[in-house]
């Protein structure tokens, strides 16, 4: 239960094709992320997913139906959104019965899901207290309670963690990861921050303008990215490109180096620049260098132990071995 098929779905707003006809297929039990810039297309995705857009042609198909026309109610998925959509004046309690009260569940089956899900995601003390008087990370558990209790072949997640601060995002975070784990159901999971791609999905999908990049698990992207924009998005800090004479030479028109691929020594390397900002995070330091021929400024992961200052001139060696070659279409050259 929970495979997805997308077979030439498209989209368009008037005569705006915001999503050109692509396939794609969703395993059962995979944790999936769509992830790109704003605008690209991704929250729209799975809103045709959970049909609350139409499609403008193509197919899906849910455990191999076709869900194209169904309505939402009928398509066996539960969606967690940015926004809680709380009711605030019920209890956390009746905040997760209300799909099953809809659903005229019966009592005894109800009361069994809500402790179920209160387990599942550290809520059994706080069931009798209201949104209000929770945290915001308790208040998107109490949701996502809320759409474990309907027991769907998949969830869908449309930027649930882009409403807390830094440290609650990282903690939910791993908490939907680790509710993954125990319910093993298809998750697919919108995203702007490829951080939160890397760390959590089976398989990323990377869009921009509607249109699919690339498919693969993070390695894979991280590793072999099919093209600039691709290598370009995956992985922060972002690669650095260099282009001219030092990539013409190389055989491609433009080369791809990681910052951790990269040495730096005051006496002697490959390239040579002036140290900007160093951005110390205690176990690593990140540096800006300017003036390194096609790239300008080149990011350098190093030891935090690292001593540069501001205005040093210092060399750069990218190790060879790591370098990416990108032709004149920005296609990866194998």
């Known amino acids: 239960m929970g495979r997805i098929q997308l077979k030439q779905v498209k989209k368009s707003f008037g005569d705006v094709e915001v999503i050109p006809p692509l396939d794609l297929e969703i395993e059962d039990g995979e944790f999936v992320v769509f992830v790109g810039p704003s605008g690209c297309g991704k929250s729209t995705l799975l809103r045709l997913i959970a049909g609350l857009e139409d499609t403008s042609g193509g197919n899906i198909e849910i455990d191999g139906k076709d869900a194209t026309a169904l309505p939402p109610a009928k398509r066996g998925l539960a969606m967690v959104f940015q926004s809680y959509a709380l009711y605030p004046h019920m209890s956390v309690r009746k905040n997760i019965a209300f799909p099953m009260r809809m659903a005229k569940m019966p009592e005894a089956e109800q009361k069994k899901r809500i402790e179920a899900a209160a387990k599942a995601l550290n809520l059994t003390d706080y069931l009798d207290r209201r949104p209000g008087q929770l945290s915001g990370g308790q208040r998107q558990r109490?949701?996502?309670?809320?759409?474990?209790?309907?027991?769907?072949?998949?969830?869908?997640?449309?930027?649930?963690?882009?409403?807390?601060?830094?440290?609650?995002?990282?903690?939910?975070?791993m908490e939907i990861s680790e509710l993954h784990k125990k319910l093993q159901t298809t998750m697919v999971y919108v995203t702007h921050d490829q951080v939160e791609a890397m760390t959590m999905a089976d398989k990323i999908v990377v869009l921009q303008a509607g249109v699919i990049e690339q498919v693969g698990s993070p390695l894979e992207l991280y590793r072999a990215p099919k093209n600039l924009f691709v290598a370009g998005f995956i992985g922060s800090p972002k690669m650095n490109f260099v282009t001219g004479e030092e990539a013409s030479k190389r055989g491609a028109q433009t080369i791809g180096?990681?910052?951790?691929?990269?040495?730096?020594?005051?006496?002697?390397?490959?390239?040579?620049?002036?140290?900007?900002?160093?951005?110390?995070?205690?176990?690593?330091?990140?540096?800006?260098?300017?003036?390194?021929?096609?790239?300008?400024?080149?990011?350098?992961?190093?030891?935090g132990e690292v001593s540069v200052r501001h205005g040093d001139s210092v060399f750069v060696t990218p190790d060879e071995a790591q370098i990416h070659k990108f032709d004149t279409q920005g296609l990866r050259i194998a």
């Open 257 to 303: 180096i990681r910052p951790e691929h990269i040495r730096v020594s005051e006496t002697e390397g490959a390239w040579q620049g002036t140290v900007g900002v160093a951005e110390h995070l205690g176990s690593d330091t990140f540096i800006h260098i300017h003036g390194v021929p096609g790239c300008d400024p080149m990011t350098v992961r190093a030891s």
């Open 142 to 173: 109490v949701a996502i309670g809320r759409a474990i209790v309907r027991e769907p072949d998949a969830f869908l997640f449309d930027e649930p963690l882009s409403n807390l601060d830094a440290a609650l995002r990282v903690g939910m975070r």
